[in-house]
């Protein structure tokens, strides 16, 4: 186990490593103001965290992230639930989901500012309404795989309704919930860049948006990987462990 684990590790630093060789050949290869190499990049980046703006953009632009992460998710699960318990629920508003799954999220954007204004509730609501109908059917489907059988069972041993829902109902449930989760994360925070590019006056995408202006693509990788580092570090330190931790309870089973 030990061993599987230490090859997992060097094989991740080892394409790492082949990724970042490559980006310097082809820095050297390139105008240093189109691709800059990835030691003026770090540089960069070390220069913005001095500076300070740096910090304060990503804090503005994770709690965005995690206001409307949080509200589609809570929103998104309720409603996929239902949706795959009762099909009376699922007939009425398959068509209006379908219709939000298709929807293409700069519409919504935009609508969204028009008819609330630039402010950050628009912000928040026009990711939240991006991420909402995938987060549906994620819990949909994990609601129409939950085994019936079990849950008679429960009901024939009158086991207390809170008992059954946290160890029968919601544990087939959540991998489903963390695969929403999962592609949650990622879908939400480029989402919110595009959104602070449109209408914020601060944040990531705006700063993104002004280096654009000044063709400062240092500057714009240099943020980009502040912002993916920090996404994969919540990936790795919270989501992962717990996937780790809900599978074993599976694989217990």
Known sequence: MNKNKGWTVWLRVASAVVFVLI?????????????????????????HLHQGELVSDLAVTLLRVLVSFTLAMSLGVALGVIMGRYKKWDVALDGVLLLALNLPALVTIILCYLWFG???????????INK??????????????????????????????RRNLLKVYLPQLYPYLLASARSGLALVWKIVLVVELLGRSNGVG????????????????????????????????????????????????
């Not at 050297?28 to 540089?43: C, E, G, H, N, Y």
């Not at 630039?118 to 939240?128: K, R």
């Open 132 to 161: 909402f109908p995938i987060v549906v059917v994620n819990m949909r489907e994990g609601a129409r795989a939950v085994d019936v059988d079990l849950l008679q069972v429960s009901r024939v041993f009158r086991i207390d309704w």
């Open 206 to 253: 705006f700063k993104l948006g002004i280096f654009f202006q000044f063709f400062d693509v240092t500057s714009i990788l240099a943020y980009s990987f502040a912002f993916i580092a920090v996404v994969m570090l919540i990936e790795y330190l919270l989501i992962a462990p717990l996937d780790r931790r809900l599978m074993k309870w599976r694989s217990s089973t």
């Open 118 to 128: 630039l402010g950050e509730f628009a912000a928040i609501l026009a990711v939240a």
């Open 23 to 47: 980006w310097q050949t082809a820095s050297s290869f390139s105008d240093s103001d189109i691709l800059p190499a990835p030691l003026r990049v770090l540089s960069s980046l070390f220069d």
